[in-house]
């Protein structure tokens, strides 16, 4: 019988986490004083926030985590210390740009939201009508309405993508992965026309919901293909070689072992492709045009949804029609965190995540 004992880590394990006194006192200089400089000149000068941030403060920063590095591990600490101020000072600036976007939406949309916003159309609605009449219930229903049938079609279709590419030897695996790749960056808008010309420039069909749907459908099937291949590769192969020794089937072993495993990964795929398409604008402008009212049948008659709304409203150029334009905006934002959330309790109340738990 053999026991196992715990080993102590070794002292030099971890020696990043070792800072000296000098280093310590060179970091602080290095934070403080820029910080300084650049407020005296601010305050001193009156010149604009950013002149003062990207002339003074970021060079002298740059110039201090040089001096830093170079105090606490010699001349190749150097480029070390200016690679790790710049990560940090580009990190913070998008930090705070994204905060600064996120603010401005939530500030400016809320002036526009009441209970009636979310459930009322713009059938007797005017540019120049207040807030107190009008909404955008009917694009919350056309948005839901076209991204599910997108979700409905891509989801599926780029799942057995990913299960053709990780799962079987096929020759095409290749060319369908540089498809993906080539698909990723297709402009929004050429997807829009393709579909227009297809079907509605032909007279095939009039403008409508599940057109919208098949002009975002090349928008979505990348990210999902791509992240879902991503979480098959990701699931061990000794779980899947463990039920083929014990006597499965191939397809039983992929069905009942590795898709279950990769189910969180999925549902991820899912989101990050529901987000990817659930703004665009340019497609639904060439292919279900907009309406005021509410229209529940996909397959005919104009459709809104929030990116046409929010569209029409900001062209117009009325204060109240901006208004309405930015409330948009700001259900757009809360629709997609309410799906993201749902979404995450679904993939946390399946039977695999609460044995995973236990």
């Known amino acids: 019988m053999s026991f196992v004992t715990a080993v102590e880590r070794p002292k030099n394990a971890a020696p990043w986490s070792k800072i000296s006194a000098g280093l310590r006192i060179a970091m602080i200089a290095g934070s403080v004083i820029p910080l300084a400089i650049a407020s005296l000149v601010f305050f001193a000068t009156g010149w604009d926030f950013m002149v003062v941030l990207l002339l003074v403060f970021l060079p002298l920063q740059i ?31 998008v930090l705070v740009l994204l905060i600064s976007v996120l603010w401005s939406v939530i500030q400016a949309g809320s002036q526009a939201l009441s209970p009636h916003f979310f459930y009322q159309n713009n059938r007797y609605v005017a540019p120049t ?8 219930g009917h694009s919350i229903l056309g948005t839901l309405m076209i ?8 989801v599926p279709l780029g799942v057995l993508t990913a299960v053709y590419i990780t799962e079987t030897q096929g020759k095409s695996r290749g060319f369908i992965r540089t498809l993906l790749q080539a698909m990723s960056g297709l402009p929004s808008v050429v997807s ?14 009039q403008f409508a919901g599940y057109a919208g749907s098949l002009a975002l459908v090349p928008l979505m099937l990348p990210t999902v293909a791509r992240v879902a291949e991503e979480s098959l590769r990701l699931v061990p192969k000794e779980l899947r070689n463990g039920a083929l020794a014990l006597g ?24 990050l492709g529901i987000a990817r398409v ?41 204060d109240y029609a901006v208004d309405r334009a930015w409330g948009a905006a700001l259900v757009i ?18 039977p695999s995540a609460k044995k995973g738990k236990k």
Do not use: C, H, W
């Open 248 to 271: 499965a089937p191939s397809y039983k072993a992929f069905l009942m072992v590795t898709l279950p495993a990769a189910r969180s990964g999925i549902i991820t795929a899912m989101l």
């Open 63 to 93: 110039v201090g985590g040089g001096f830093a590095g170079f105090v606490g591990y010699g001349r190749r600490g150097i480029l070390d210390g200016l690679l790790v101020v710049v990560t940090l000072f580009l990190s913070f600036f």
């Open 333 to 350: 934002m809360i629709l997609v965190g309410v799906i993201f959330a749902a979404a995450r309790l679904a993939s946390n109340s399946t």
């Open 147 to 154: 991204v599910g049938l997108t979700t409905v079609i891509t």
């Open 192 to 205: 829009g026309l393709f579909i227009y010309a297809a079907l509605i420039a032909s007279g095939y069909s």
């Open 129 to 136: 009508s207040d807030l107190s009449f009008g909404g955008v």
């Open 278 to 318: 659930i703004g665009e604008t340019a497609p639904l402008l060439l292919t279900t045009f907009n309406a005021n009212e509410t229209n529940l049948n996909i397959f005919a008659g104009g459709m809104s949804s929030l990116p046409t709304y929010l569209y029409q409203n900001v062209n117009l150029g009325y």
